[in-house]
């Protein structure tokens, strides 16, 4: 993929500084930025899944095992059964 970008006056400063400590390529540093970034994300996604999953909240309620598939039907029976309809 071709990439075309626009810069501020800083950044293109900091992208001329990163080629001039780095000896790499423009491309080459684009290329590393957006795997640190993607590496940043992931990791930030994966915390929040862990902390989730070690909150003891995932589980934590009681219900029919098919409640995922059947929550319509449930949720209906419910309603009629509150509002003594049917």
């Not at 994966?46 to 098919?66: I, Q």
Request: proline share 0%; with cysteine.
């Amino acid at each position: 993929m071709r990439v075309n970008a626009r810069l501020d006056d800083e950044r293109a400063e900091k992208l001329r500084q990163l080629q001039s400590l780095t000896r790499l390529s423009t491309s080459e540093i684009v290329k590393r930025a957006i795997d640190l970034l993607y590496r940043q994300q992931a990791g930030r996604s994966r915390d929040k899944l862990d902390a989730l999953l070690s909150s003891n909240f995932v589980g934590c309620a009681e219900g029919s095992e098919d409640l995922a598939s059947q929550y319509k039907r449930y949720l209906i029976r419910d309603l009629e059964e509150k509002h003594g309809i049917g």
